[in-house]
């Protein structure tokens, strides 16, 4: 994985774990533009410093 990434973390997952969507309500996914701006409006809030590359 190193040509992947720079660091790797593996977090221990309970043996019942199933998917995180099961305990949610709402767990639909978000297409890139609402992540950019939910991120937007995080970064505006000055909550989000760094978060944001517009460059991609």
Do not use: C, K, W
């Not at 099961?22 to 989000?48: K, P």
């Amino acid at each position: 994985m190193s040509d992947l990434a720079d660091e790797v973390i593996r977090l221990h997952a309970p043996t019942n774990f199933i998917a995180v969507g099961r305990h949610y309500i709402n767990f639909a996914q978000l297409d890139n533009a609402e992540v950019r701006a939910i991120l937007a409006a995080a970064l505006s809030d000055g909550l989000g410093r760094g978060i944001i590359d517009d460059d991609q």
